[in-house]
């Protein structure tokens, strides 16, 4: 099973172990923790740099996804980057409900026989599943909720492949 | 047969529904003309010709305003993802 | 501690955890592990195509290093790495002593806000460390121990860095 | 003051030892020409000058043939390495 929808949390430890073993051809695996922050520090600043506000704190966020569709679109994105690198495992956790900053949220980790090719398809895998998988943050701020806006950064990071960037 | 229509985030609370279901009018072929045909039921349903990069999918996949929609089809209209 | 060099395993799982622990600001952790490989299918099947030999299966490998300097060189890679992006934090792991295939052998991982800088800070130090610090590999084979020869690929990978690319 | 000389790897296993201290002789200021002096005493220490592709670091930190040698300095020579 290379993708799960959860509301559970994952232990990356055990996931990573379990992409090499039992097998000794595994040379490489690349993984990726992502987590929900609250105090956007990064976002502020750079809010300030161009005189904007910074985004208000965030307390927790809820994460809403399309039944069905989400696992389709996960499998369809691991699809293609087996379909791209020669990979021996892949895994796919997405969280769903209330979070709260610092838990993890989504969890990618690919194994491979060389560096190279795990790190790209690891960060393959996060740059489509942010623009082609079917989930929606909505934020709890002090002000009240809000639904996190899609970047445009992140259509940049997944466009990049498409030029055949690798 | 009908068409099943689901919404989401922003555009599901906009609505005020989660699905819908409709018999296809005559004449709307793609997802395009369907969002147009229900925009123009006016009020809250105004929200599908205003947000910003709705986007559809039909079928569970991802799709254009031009791909077509045909009875029995599940039909998706919701804002840009932003999971991961 | 950022940096450790010890005959140890090593629990990649809670290195990630251990990153964001009681902070709030970090939203991508970047990780990879390297292990060792007995079979190297891809090197024997890359061989076959220039009709060289295989190489022979790997039973075991032991590491030898530069106590002292080895320790200054990871600590090195390391500050090069936080003077190019922002990072919250960074781990690096790498056992030295006699390993066999399916063993962990090296542990980079990169906290930061935003997931593009934690992976390329992730796999420069990866690629830095492959070329500037003290490690070398035995390899104990059917035919006997082989020292590993540096690949050329390595170079590369570790020079692309300095023409900016980022 | 003696300077510190360490050898590693396939070059510590062809020298059979893992170092060595000398008084630096008078002439060589640089790495390069205190490899071309150990080598020069022929028989094992030869690998000195046909390891391909030898490496070097003084006071731990690796630099090329050119880096500058004084007495006290630790200076190592070892193939290119390869850990991670």
């Known amino acids: ?166 | 047969m009908n068409i099943k229509i689901l919404f989401f985030a922003g555009l599901r609370e906009a609505l005020g529904t989660g699905s819908a279901s409709l018999e296809l009018p005559a004449g709307i072929a793609t997802v395009g003309a369907l969002r147009d045909h229900l925009a123009a039921r006016g009020e809250a349903w105004t929200a599908l010709a205003t947000t910003k990069n709705l986007r559809s999918a039909v079928n569970q996949q991802m799709v254009g305003a031009e791909a077509a929609v045909k009875p029995g089809d599940e039909v998706a209209f919701f804002p840009p993802v932003t999971g991961g």
Do not use: N
Request: charged share 30%; net charge negative; hydrophobic share 45%.
């Open chain 1, 1 to 166: 099973m290379s993708v799960s929808v959860q509301e559970a949390d994952f232990d990356a430890g055990a996931e990573i172990a379990a992409l090499s073993a039992g097998r000794d051809d595994v040379g490489a695996v690349a993984s990726f923790t992502g987590l929900v922050r609250a105090d956007k520090q990064a976002d502020a600043a750079a809010a300030a740099r161009v005189g904007a506000d910074a985004p208000p704190a965030v307390q927790a966020m809820t994460l809403e996804h399309y039944p069905g569709m989400t696992e389709k679109a996960l499998e369809a994105i691991v699809d293609e980057a087996r379909g791209r690198w020669d990979l021996y495992g892949v895994r796919v956790i997405h969280r769903v409900g209330r979070l709260v900053p610092g838990d993890r949220i989504v969890f990618v980790a690919v194994a491979s026989a060389h560096r190279g090719e795990a790190f790209a398809a690891c960060e393959f895998i996060m740059d489509y599943l942010k623009t082609r998988a079917p989930f929606w943050k909505k934020e709890e701020t002090p002000q009240g909720g809000r639904w996190v806006d899609a970047r445009e950064s992140d259509d940049h990071a997944a466009g990049r492949w498409d030029a055949g960037r690798d």
